[in-house]
Nanobody, 124 residues
Framework: QVQLVESGGGLAQPGGSLRLSCAAS????????MSWARQAPGKGLEWVAGILGDGSDTAYADSVKGRFTISRGNAKNTLYLQMNSLKPEDTALYYC?????????????????WGQGTQVTVSS
């Protein structure tokens, strides 16, 4: 049974940092691309970043490029999102998602399993 469990969310000040983690189980983690997505209050789901199964390539939404870094630890079956220079508009529920296959799809399509989300709030 596939499980994705996010953690690491919380309250940060503008300009601050947070690191999200997603613990994966129930599938061969290194064989699948993974992504992070977010949903801000009153808005739709937005794809944020993706990474190939072996970690050799990454992709980012323009809104987070240069500030967020996606990575993975395949030995620990864990996906990460390092978020720096946080802005109030980064406030959202953040989800990790498992791709159907090896390719990073830069949208909310193409993912068959999602975690329950972890809340990130950026406020002074």
């Amino acid at each position: 049974q596939v499980q994705l469990v996010e953690s690491g969310g919380g309250l940060a000040q503008p300009g601050g940092s947070l690191r999200l983690s997603c613990a994966a189980s129930g599938f061969t983690f290194s064989s699948y691309a993974m992504s992070w997505a977010r949903q801000a209050p009153g808005k739709g789901l937005e794809w944020v970043a993706g990474i190939l199964g072996d970690g050799s390539d990454t992709a980012y939404a323009d809104s987070v490029k240069g500030r967020f870094t996606i990575s993975r630890g395949n030995a620990k079956n864990t996906l990460y999102l390092q978020m720096n220079s946080l802005k109030p508009e980064d406030t959202a529920l953040y989800y990790c998602a498992k791709s159907y296959g090896a390719v990073v799809v830069p949208s909310i399509e193409g993912y068959d399993y999602w975690g329950q989300g972890t809340q990130v709030t950026v406020s002074s």
